[in-house]
C-alpha cells in the first residue's frame, strides 16, 4: 500500500539514512589508523530494493524486466578505494566522504520534500480544503 502512495521514496528515505550512517562512520574514524572505509552504492541499493518490490515492475510485456537480489537481502556495503595511501593505513578521504554526504543528505531531503507534499494532498483530499 504505501508503494502505491508513496513510490520509491520510502525506500529512498531508508537506504538514504543508512548510507549517511556509513559515511558518518568513514568521516569520525578518519584519525583512527587502519580503518577502511566503507560505502554503500546508493543507485544499485535502491535498483536491487525497488525490483523486491512493486515500484518498477512491469506492467506490460513491451517493458524490460528489472534484476533485482533476493528478497529480504540488504545492500552490502563495499570498500572504498583510496586515491592516495596513507602512512596508517587508513582509506578515509575526508573531502570526499564530505562531498558525498551531502549528495545523500540532498536527495534525501528531495524524498522528504516529495512525501510531504504527498501527505499534504493526501490531508487536502480528505478534509476537502
Known sequence: MS??????HAKALSLGRQRMDVLAANIANSDTPHFLAKDVNFEQALRAESANGSALATSDARHLPVAGHAA???PDEVWRVPLQASADGNTVDVQIEQAEFAQTALRYQASLNFLDGRVRALMTAITGQ
Open 3 to 8: 508503494d502505491a502512495l508513496f513510490g520509491i
Open 72 to 74: 529480504g537481502t540488504s
